[in-house]
């Protein structure tokens, strides 16, 4: 059991025989708040941890931590790493990261993600996406954080293999963002970041967000059961 503790900081994760470790980051499942626990517990560590800089495939082999929303692209590359993600119940989760990108557009977008064929494809069942697919590197290097980079939910490749998501479930950490605190433990300056009151919407639309997430409502209640 790897244990860091300090005033802030008391981090526990078993990493057993693994150098390296990488939190594949789903877009609104706490990440921030794991973030900077780990960045303080690897100071000094080789470490990938931002979206503010491309990702050099050749580099990641000497990183001891990676983080972000990155799919699986990193694993094949990292020394044996530890991979662990944290899922989040998958309506909560869409309206969270819609209304945390709502600053990148002019435009309310929520009926185009719900209604625009393009755009629902892209952003249903986003947490089974993220522990199947790779993400397009290029376009991810040459955007970054941006708009493109939000509306096309972070170049992440779009199969949809629900028993490819159960093998990831049952290979690897999984927690729960009501679970966190139980592994990353802080002080009262540093708490998971909230999305606040959620964004008002009509029965219709919650409807379509269940419609739409249907795969990744089967697999967190397959996570639940699985790894409690």
Not at 66 to 77: D, K, N
Not at 133 to 144: R, S
Not at 171 to 196: C, V, Y
Request: with cysteine; aromatic share 14%.
């Amino acid at each position: 059991m790897v244990k860091y503790s300090n005033k802030k900081y008391n981090v526990m994760i078993d990493t057993g025989e693994h150098s390296s470790l990488y939190h594949l980051h789903i877009p609104r499942t706490g990440g921030i708040y794991i973030k900077k626990q780990m960045l303080e517990k690897y100071q000094g560590s080789n470490v990938f941890a931002t979206h503010y800089n491309q990702i050099e495939i050749d580099k990641l082999n000497a990183c001891k931590y990676v983080s972000g929303h990155f799919g699986i692209s990193p694993i094949e590359y990292l020394d044996n790493p530890l991979v662990f993600t944290v899922l989040r119940n998958p309506v909560d989760r869409f309206l969270s990261y819609y209304k945390y990108t709502r600053p990148f557009f002019y435009d309310d977008m929520l009926d185009a993600w719900l209604y625009d064929e393009k755009l629902s494809k892209i952003h249903s069942n986003t947490q089974l996406k993220f522990i199947t697919n790779k993400i397009d590197l290029d376009l991810y290097n040459k955007n970054l954080v941006n708009k493109e980079t939000v509306n096309a939910n972070w170049f992440i490749g779009q199969e949809e293999n629900v028993d490819k998501a159960k093998s990831f479930i049952d290979n690897n950490l999984i927690l729960f963002t009501e679970d966190l605190d139980q592994f990353f433990n802080t002080d009262s300056n540093i708490r998971i970041n909230k999305s606040g009151k959620k964004p008002e919407i009509t029965q219709k639309q919650y409807d379509r967000i269940v419609e739409l997430n249907r795969s990744d409502i089967e697999l967190y209640e397959y996570a639940l059961r699985t790894k409690k």
